[in-house]
């Protein structure tokens, strides 16, 4: 069974600063996909990564997806209020399996 | 478009009352999906529909079943709450070309 592993799980920094969150598996990924969820609302998808040593940007949001697709990273820059959520990892391998999160909260 | 909609966004049970959780989406999506999800454990799949007429057990399914009513609805029935059961539970779509799942904003349950 293959599991999902998220790190850190709580996160509290300072608005303008830099941080990296972490997803895991014991196996190998065929896609995966970072949502982020605010407060009281459902996931919404950031970014989805297939191929190995994969790098994607969204703004401030540095995605990177591990050469032997077993491992993927998240890099905020200069990180802002708005950024505030629970950051959730989705390996679709033969069925959906999600990580835990990482709950992170900027503060102004 | 509206995505995916849910009804109620809040509910209070008693153990042993039921009651169903209403889910449409607008996307023309064949797949839909029902989760909980409670603190520490992140989302975990209860029931899921690949197809209009389907239904398949996900992997907590014990105490809840699923209707898929047509191609737009896809309901979660409580028949007898029990505390354990308090959860925030979402339901989401997805296309079949992508794995992208959209989700509702989730309805807040506590069984007391």
């Known amino acids: 069974t293959q599991l999902l592993e998220q790190s850190p799980q709580f996160l509290s920094i300072q608005e303008g600063e830099n941080l990296t969150v972490y997803c895991n598996s014991s196996?190998?990924?065929?896609?995966l996909q970072w949502y982020r969820q605010e407060p009281g609302e459902g996931p919404v998808l950031l970014v989805t990564?297939?191929?190995?040593?994969e790098v994607k940007k969204l703004k401030r949001l540095t995605f990177q997806f591990g050469d032997a697709r077993k491992d993927s990273s998240l890099h905020i820059t200069a990180a802002q209020p708005g950024d505030t959520g629970l950051y959730l990892c989705?390996?679709?391998?033969?069925?959906?399996?999600f990580g835990p999160g990482t709950s992170l909260s900027v503060i102004p | 478009n509206a995505g995916v909609t849910q009804t109620p966004k809040f509910q209070v049970l008693k153990t042993g009352q039921s009651m169903t959780l209403q889910c449409a989406q607008d996307?023309?999506?064949?797949?839909m999906y029902w989760y909980r999800q409670d603190p520490g454990m992140g989302l975990r799949l209860i029931y899921y529909?690949?197809?209009?007429?389907?239904?398949d057990k996900g992997e907590v399914p014990n105490g809840y079943n699923v209707s898929r009513l047509n191609k737009r609805e896809f309901s979660l029935r409580l028949e007898s709450a029990a505390p354990s059961q308090t959860s925030v539970y979402f339901c989401?779509?997805?296309?079949?070309?992508?794995?992208?799942?959209?989700f509702g904003p989730g309805t807040r349950l506590t069984v007391l």
């Open positions: 529909s690949a197809s209009e007429g389907t239904t």
């Open positions: 989705i390996s679709s391998y033969d069925k959906v399996i």
């Open positions: 990564v297939v191929t190995g040593g």
């Open positions: 196996s190998v990924f065929s896609s």
């Open positions: 989401a779509s997805s296309d079949v070309d992508t794995d992208t799942q959209y």
């Open positions: 996307m023309n999506h064949n797949s």
